[in-house]
């Protein structure tokens, strides 16, 4: 079983666990319906991913 070879200071420690943050999904505005979505993801309002229709909505859901 692997062991440390040093003592790791709390300076040391601490700031390499510092890093854990939570981070605000990235929202763009969706070309056609100008809803707020997530990048690079088909739009989840009018269905439209890069300028075409790949899904189907069946409803028309209301703003969120």
């Not at 601490?14 to 969706?30: G, M, T």
């Not at 739009?43 to 703003?63: L, M």
Request: net charge positive.
């Amino acid at each position: 079983m692997a062991l440390p070879k040093e003592k790791v200071s709390k300076a040391r420690g601490r700031s390499r666990r510092a890093n854990w943050k939570l981070e605000a999904p990235a929202l763009v505005e969706c070309t056609q319906c100008h809803q707020l979505k997530l990048a690079h993801r088909v739009c989840k309002f009018c269905g439209y991913y890069d300028g075409k229709q790949v899904v189907q909505i069946k409803e028309a859901k209301a703003n969120a």
